[in-house]
């Protein structure tokens, strides 16, 4: 969850590096949001100076995702997951679904901020999502989103899976997935 608040705050792009005991530790392994890790074996006979060279590569700050993502952790308030269209993009509603968690509360407001009350659109709860036989729990409400808006929603526990996008009727969902565990 950190490696999504990093790439929300810095930028998708923004260099991950793992050093690792030996050569079993894949990309694989690791959850969606550090698939673009770089994996490094601590026994790399170069490993100062690939450090030293991935720190000081510029990160690219401009990418155009069809998506925003981040993780808002509030004592008191428990995790929020902030999902939302891209630069310049537009959603007719959203969807967010996870497996072996819950989702107690939800939300739309100004991207960045949660907000402290908000008029929900036709909200849609506990709705059953099966995927590749895993069964999710999802919530969704059909208020229209810009790229300066943002739909929050409250997870307890730590999800094994995620997904999120636009909401759509019907069954043909457009979504992303992310791999927690």
Same mark, same amino acid.
């Given at each position: 969850?950190?490696?999504?608040?990093?790439?929300?705050?810095?930028?998708? %792009?923004?260099?991950?590096? !793992?050093?690792?005991?030996? +050569?079993?530790?894949?990309?694989?392994?690791?959850?969606?949001?550090?698939?673009?890790?770089?994996?490094?074996?601590?026994?790399?006979?170069? $490993?100062? *100076?690939?450090?030293?060279? /991935?720190?000081?590569?510029?990160?690219?700050?401009?990418?155009?995702?069809?998506?925003?993502?981040? =993780?808002?952790?509030?004592?008191? $308030?428990?995790? @929020?997951? +902030? =999902?939302?269209?891209?630069? &310049?993009?537009? !959603?007719?509603? *959203?969807?967010?679904?996870?497996?072996?968690?819950?989702?107690?509360?939800?939300?739309?407001?100004?991207?960045?901020?949660?907000? *402290?009350?908000?008029?929900? %659109?036709?909200?849609?709860?506990?709705?059953?999502? &099966?995927?590749?036989?895993?069964?999710?729990? *999802? @919530?969704? =409400? /059909? &208020?229209?989103?810009?790229?300066?808006?943002?739909?929050?929603?409250?997870?307890?526990?730590?999800? /094994?899976?995620?997904?999120?996008?636009?909401?759509?009727?019907?069954?043909?969902? +457009?979504?992303?997935?992310? %791999?927690?565990?």
């Amino acid at each position: 969850m950190l490696a999504i608040c990093l790439q929300n705050i810095k930028s998708i %792009n923004f260099p991950i590096l !793992w050093l690792t005991l030996d +050569e079993s530790l894949t990309l694989d392994h690791l959850p969606t949001p550090l698939k673009g890790s770089t994996l490094l074996p601590l026994n790399h006979p170069h $490993l100062g *100076a690939k450090l030293v060279a /991935k720190s000081n590569l510029p990160v690219p700050t401009e990418y155009n995702l069809e998506y925003s993502l981040n =993780v808002i952790a509030y004592p008191g $308030l428990g995790i @929020w997951f +902030e =999902v939302g269209p891209g630069k &310049n993009k537009n !959603w007719e509603g *959203a969807i967010l679904g996870v497996s072996k968690a819950e989702i107690s509360a939800h939300g739309v407001g100004e991207k960045g901020k949660l907000p *402290a009350k908000c008029i929900l %659109n036709y909200p849609l709860k506990g709705l059953k999502v &099966n995927f590749k036989e895993e069964e999710f729990t *999802a @919530w969704a =409400v /059909k &208020n229209p989103l810009q790229d300066k808006d943002s739909y929050f929603v409250k997870v307890t526990g730590i999800p /094994k899976k995620l997904f999120f996008g636009p909401y759509q009727e019907g069954d043909n969902l +457009e979504v992303h997935f992310l %791999n927690f565990y």
